[in-house]
């Protein structure tokens, strides 16, 4: 069965600094999405990024840059120079077919992060 | 281009009352999926169809929840009678057609509390 594990429950940083927030897979399927959406207080989950598990090259968007290491199952996220505005909780997710072309979304439990002044 | 709608966005009942819940997913949209968000817990998928029919509700518990969306656009998930543990934000999502590869984005969510 796909599970998504973020060890990580709550981060609390100082603004500007960098952060990384951790994200471990599992999954029989050989071929299989995984994501970051970002939840903040308002409640919407706002998609980040798609990576599909044939594609291991880094990804940067400003900020943002996500590690997706397929040898230790694990699609890392890190914001860079931190701002108030990153304060939500970022969930880890993994797709995979279930029933026929079905897909399923598995989500991780989420990690809180902090950001201050 | 407007986003998944939901309403209502907070609800407060009693045990073994009923509540309903609407969602209007993104335009164009075959997909749409209602989720269960537990407080402190990522979402979990209760049901996912495919324009009206059903793709997987294996985790609804049909004893009590229900959904439809009659002509392929527009759902209501529904809750008969609630129990305290129903407490949660329920999240509704779509994209564009169905398979892992489909980015799947997410409404604002209904808060329901149960007393």
């Known amino acids: 069965a796909q599970k998504v594990t973020q060890a990580q429950t709550e981060i609390s940083v100082v603004e500007k600094e960098d952060v990384t927030l951790d994200c471990v897979y599992e999954t029989r399927d050989t071929t299989y999405y995984l994501f970051w959406y970002k939840q903040p207080p308002s409640g919407e989950l706002v998609f980040l990024i798609r990576?599909?598990?044939?594609?291991?090259q880094n990804e940067i968007s400003g900020r943002y840059s996500w590690n997706f290491q397929k040898s230790t199952s694990s699609f890392n996220f890190t914001i860079t120079a931190s701002q108030v505005v990153d304060s939500a909780v970022y969930f880890c997710a993994l797709s995979e077919a279930n029933t026929g072309t079905a897909s399923k979304l598995t989500f991780g439990t989420g990690t809180r992060l902090q950001v201050t002044l | 281009e407007a986003g998944v709608a939901q309403s209502p966005r907070y609800k407060i009942i009693e045990k073994r009352q009923s509540v309903a819940f609407w969602c209007n997913p993104i335009s164009g949209h075959a997909t749409l999926y209602w989720y269960q968000q537990i407080l402190g817990q990522g979402p979990k998928l209760l049901i996912q169809f495919q324009n009206n029919g059903v793709v997987d509700d294996s985790q609804l518990p049909k004893d009590r929840f229900s959904a439809e969306r009659l002509k392929g656009v527009d759902s209501t998930l529904k809750i008969q009678p609630a129990k305290l543990e129903d407490s949660a934000v329920y999240l509704c999502?779509?994209?564009?057609?169905?398979?892992?590869?489909?980015?799947?984005?997410f409404g604002p969510g209904t808060r329901l509390l149960v007393l």
């Open positions: 999502a779509s994209s564009p057609l169905r398979g892992r590869q489909e980015t799947q984005y």
């Open positions: 990576r599909n598990s044939f594609d291991e």
